[in-house]
Structures are given as C-alpha cells and as structure tokens.
C-alpha cells in the first residue's frame, strides 16, 4: 500500500511495495500525488483473488520475491513529477467546440460538454460566499492538491451550477475534505458513488426537486450539483478511471436528493440533518458513498407491523459483502445504510405513533443474518483475515449482541446500533416504496455540513433575475503553448 | 455563449501541494536486517508474506521479520492512526526495511 511505504521512505526505511498486476497503473498515478515518483514496486502477476495457493506460490517466488529484493537493495532511478500549469492559468483559447475539445482530451471533463470556466462566469460564482478564493479548505489525496474556493467556482462553473449554487458547493467540499468522510478511497475497487443529500429551506429556494421522481436526472440543481462533486474527484483530488480510479465497475454520479421538510414538519418528525447535530431547519448537506441500492416496491400495509418484515428483509437481503464494515478491527461498526421513504409510507408509520427511532430501532431488530452466514461471508468469500464475531466479541472489538452464544445459526444483526441507520423521507408524494442504498463504511462515511449563505445573501438572490453585468476578476496569465 | 464567440477557460485543477521527495537509502543487504511487514488486510497478503519469508529462509537466514500483526490494518478505520505511529515504532523495533502491500 503506497501510502504506508511513502510514510517509511520519509522516515529514512527502503520499502517494496506489492502490488497486483492491475494496479501497477495506480501505483504509478498515487506515486505522483505522494511526491514519491520512483517509488519502487513488487508486481504481483495476476490477482491474488482467483488464484490456487499453488500458483500464488509459484507466482510470490517466481516474480514477486525478485522485485522484492530488487526494490530493497537497488537505488530506484531518479524521480521526476509531472510539470503542470499554475492555479489561474488559462489553459485554452477558442470556441465553445474548441474549448471543449481541450478539456476532453486532457482529462479535464467528465465525457459531457461543460461551461467553459471564463474570468466572468467564475467571478460571478465568487460573489455568492464570503470566503477568499484562494482559501484552502483541506488536501485531497491521491493528488493531494488544495481544495480551494476558487477551484469550487471552476468546477461549479464547468458543471453548468448556477453561480448561486456556490454556498451548497463549498459545503460539499468541505465535507469531501473532511478527514472522517474517507475521500481518499473514492477509487477503491467496488466503485461506490458518492449520494449527496440536502436538507433546509434552501431546497425550495433553489429549486431542488424533492418530491416525484427525485433521483432522476432533469432538474438542474439536483443534477448539475451531483455532476460537480464527480467533477472536482477528478480534478482536484485526481479520481481519473485508469489511473488513481480503480473502481472494478464504478457508478455515475448522482443526482442531490433533498428530504422533503413539509412531511417531515407535518408529522413531527426530525429531518436527517438533525442525526448530525443540526438544529432542524438548517441548510444542510450530508454525502456519504454507495455502490448500489434497490427500490422496495410497494410496500404495503396500514400498519408499522405489516410494513416492517418486507423492509426488513430488503435492507437484509442487500448487504453481502458490506459486512466488512461491519466486523472486525479493519472497519467495523462503520455501516450506515440508509432508506428513502415515500411520504405516504412515512404518513402511515406515523399514524401509528411511530418516528424514525422507531424504523431505525425495528430494524436492528429485524434486518439480521445468521452468524455463520456473515463470518463466511467475510472470511471464506471476500478472503479477509480474523473473522470470527465471537473472537471479535472477546476482544472488545464488536458489540456483546454478536456473541450471545455459541450456536452458529443464532440471528445478528447487519449494523452495530440502531441509529447507524439513516432515513430520509422523500420521493413521489403519492407512492408506497422505499429504496435502499448499501453504504460503503469508512469508504465514505457520512459526514454532513451546513451550508453557509453570504451575508448579502438576500441581495444577492433579488438581483439575480436582472441582467448580469459581472465583475471580472484578476486576470489569468496564460499559459504558454497550451491554448487550443 | 454564441457557437463562434472565442473565450479564455481556466485550468480547473489546483497545483499539487507535494514537493518531490527522495527516497530512503537502499540496504546493503538483507543479512541479519529486520524487515517490517505492513499489510492492509486486503488481497491474501497474509499468505503472501508468509511465501516471502519462505522465499527468504535459505538466502538470508538471519533476517528478522516485524509481522504485520503488530501494527494492525494500513487501510480502513485505522490507516491514519498505524501510518502516524509507523516512525516511532519502526525506531523502538529497530526496523531497517519494509514490505508494504497488498494493492497500490
């Protein structure tokens, strides 16, 4: 693992770093943003995965024990990093055509045209927060470049945001550079997708969709927001496919999906940003990453004791591998799945007494597996180390509930506590479905934000239907020989 | 913008905050050195460094070997907390070398 070898190297220890055969192109990309570009490597042929002990062995010392030694012993030839062009370079001149040419074939855009971000366009996006725009919000790895509020307006610009969308924009990338959130694993090998949800009065104001239809693409907050999270991946922190992205499939980004607030107020219940410390009614958002989900389709029933088996036994029925996150020292206790709740269902819930607590609380319960399933699961399937809950349980690592006995077939529950699980109640008003995300552990973890307007905000927003005659900013230099 | 209209577009990265570092001196041998194993717990890298010290037994046998037990998992819940302690622990081991994988 390149990281941990680059730690030794600076601490004056020779490393050879192992690395399967399809990872070498990472290796080499993650070697860049670490400033350690020579950084030697020992080729694993092939993937450990598939392989018989017998040609793990033969490959270990027949190619990786040489590499080994070679790495150790021998002086790596001379490092050089990539020359790049500066923070406010102009990198392309010409057309709306011609600029986006440039950014496609540089690695700059995401496969979609984009906003050509121009002196103007990013000026006007700089007005809509108090910060300075060369503000450094945090590192993103693997290229560890600076988060910057200028960079937020670049990209935000390129996504096709509104330059009064820059307050949720900051906050996301706030967010990403938070330490807890685990952004360096954005390109790890399932492919999760970050799901940014949003929460406030700031989702009517905006004119977010958060009623029918709220995953879907068409509605230019919703979608131009998601597009831009995926869009500073890879340009800030440097998630590009084939190089530091490694995801074995990977996801497109989506769309920001808002809780519906009027429900929630009107039930009495408490929106998600409330599970983060938030006074309700706080402009918030919250991203957290997923490989996939499933839509629990007609959930049906007048009663919680009608709906909970057929949603329990969804959120059970997703979760296989997850279970990494859920056991052992390496992540456990860091699953967080999370469930979208059509209106009416949450209505019928209610109607009965009962708040998210109660779901949240029903389903620990309920969404359980046997626990040789989730020990083999772990251990025999995906091929971790110390997989044993009752071992776990004796080391203080996992919670008493995973080893109340010892009989193989008793029931265990999918996450740690009841309140690992989240709920958002959103969607068609008129429907009786939930979906379900499964949720990526520390690969991701939700971490959630307020989203912070500018003082003159409110000015802001009513001139913002008259003409725009913007104010330019510094003006970029040019960068010699990289115009189109 | 109009299709023929010509504009300036600005870099949309911002300039890697790491400087190039030189690497460690490499060993003069692996005679009676100790090599640290760090793993991440993922891709059987427990069997492989097993296979390594196999590998190592009859050429080198005086090596020492740091399992990677000791400094648990260089991924996941704990990756900041075992790559902060690394230096120090490397020091109080008196590690001269390590093995790091599996992956990238």
Known sequence: MLRASAVCEEAGIPTSTLVCEGFLGLAAAASQGQGVPN????????????????????????????????????????????????????????????????????NLSDGLPIIPPTDERVAAFLRYTDRKPDEVLGILLPDCRAATIWSIAVNGVMAGCRPEYMPVLVALIEAMSDPYYGNEHSGNTPGGETLILLNGPIAKELG????????????????????????????????????????????????????????????????????????????????????????????????????????????QKLHSWHFLFTVGAECGGTLRPLMFLSPILAETFAAAGWNKQHIKQKLWEMARVPAWHMERVSRDWTQKPSWNLAYEVSMGRMPKVYHESDDPNRLVPIVWHADDYMIVVTGDLGRNSGYIFAHNGVLGYPTAREIKLPKNWKTLRASAAKPDSGSPTTKGKRKNGTSS | MSDSEISNAYWPRSPRQTQLKPLARRLDTLRGKTVAQLWDYVFRGDEVFALLEEGLKDRYPDIKWVSWKEFGATHGNEEHEVLASIPQRFKELGVDAAISGMGA
């Open chain 1, 39 to 106: 950084i030697p490597v020992a080729m694993v042929p092939g993937h450990t995965g598939v392989q018989s002990k017998e040609q793990l062995r033969e490959n270990i010392l027949g190619v990786t024990l040489g590499n080994v030694l070679n790495n150790l012993l021998e002086a790596p030839a001379e490092g050089k990093l990539e020359d790049e062009p500066s923070a406010r370079d102009i990198v392309a001149t010409g057309t709306l055509d011609e600029i986006n040419e440039y950014f496609l074939t540089h």
């Open chain 1, 208 to 315: 977010f969709n958060y009623t029918q239809g709220v995953m879907r693409d068409g509605f230019q907050a919703n979608t131009s927001i998601g597009r831009f999270w995926r869009l500073y991946l890879r340009n800030i922190a440097g998630f590009l496919p084939h190089g530091n992205d490694k995801a074995t499939f990977g996801n497109t980004f989506r769309v920001v999906v808002p809780e519906n607030e009027d429900v929630c107020a009107k039930l009495g219940w408490a929106p998600n940003s409330t599970d983060f410390g938030f006074k309700a009614g706080t402009n918030t958002i919250t991203a957290s990453r997923y490989t996939g989900g499933n839509h629990i389709s007609s959930i049906s029933g007048s009663t919680p004791e009608d709906l909970m088996p057929y949603i329990a036994d969804s959120m």
